[in-house]
């Protein structure tokens, strides 16, 4: 399968903390895109990282990307409550089609 | 923003029945379309890749005789799940692909459809 990795698959963290999670992929890729799923919802899309680009940031996220490794990384600071989720990340290549990590349950405590 | 709606967002059928699930790019035109499939605490898997006018590409291991798509115009997609199985209750997404600005195709994502097969 050509589905990326995620770790941690589940994470509870405190209010105020960090949360990181961790996406592996297996093939040469354009872009890097990180999702966010409420439970039963749809898709919220957070942030994309071209190939050519090392980090980038959005409000409390912060992506890396190293291709050389195959990875990135997904940061959220001072996380909040509202922040439970589940993340994917994405991996786009030639074809432009998504192939999708297995996801990290995110559980921020009160 | 570009905006892809699902109808309906859930539906429950019975074994043996058909469903149709509809997907539409409100405030674009997309010349391709995406089906997945994503079930409970899972992530999502690419079904079949859908062009208007043309017949759908289907990922390894989907059936195409079970899973109908129609892509007859560029802003409406259609997924038939047929003779619809218990094993078939999943989270149906669509998504619709545009070109941007800059030469790069984005991809926007629908609301996704809650399908029970009892």
């Known amino acids: 399968s050509q589905q990326g990795e995620e770790d941690p698959q589940a994470l509870s963290i405190q209010e105020g903390e960090n949360a990181t999670m961790n996406c592996s992929y297996k093939?040469?890729?354009?872009?890097l895109q990180w999702y966010r799923q409420n439970s039963g919802r749809g898709l919220v899309h957070l942030i994309l990282?071209?190939?050519?680009?090392r980090e980038k940031h959005s409000g409390r996220l912060r992506v890396t990307l190293d291709t050389s490794k195959k990875s990135s990384s997904l940061l959220i600071t001072a996380s909040r409550a509202a922040d439970t989720a589940s993340y994917f990340c994405a991996t786009v290549g030639g074809t432009y089609k998504y192939i999708f990590g297995t996801g990290t349950r995110l559980k921020v405590l009160a | 923003g570009a905006v892809v709606s699902q109808h309906p967002s859930w539906v429950i059928c019975k074994s043996g029945t058909s469903v149709k699930i509809e997907c539409r790019s409100l405030?674009?035109?997309?010349?391709?379309m995406f089906w997945y499939r994503q079930f409970p605490k899972q992530s999502l898997m690419l079904m079949a890749t859908s062009n208007e006018g043309s017949k759908a590409t289907y990922e390894q291991g989907v059936e195409k005789d079970k899973f109908l798509i129609n892509h007859a115009s560029l802003t409406l997609s259609t997924l038939t799940v047929t003779s619809a199985h218990p094993e078939d209750s999943s989270f149906y997404i669509c998504?619709?692909?545009?070109?941007?600005?800059?030469?790069?195709?984005?991809?926007?994502f629908g609301p996704g459809t809650r399908l029970t097969v009892t």
């Open positions: 093939t040469s890729i354009n872009n």
């Open positions: 990282i071209r190939s050519n680009e």
């Open positions: 998504s619709a692909r545009t070109q941007s600005g800059g030469g790069f195709y984005e991809q926007y």
């Open positions: 405030d674009f035109q997309a010349t391709t």
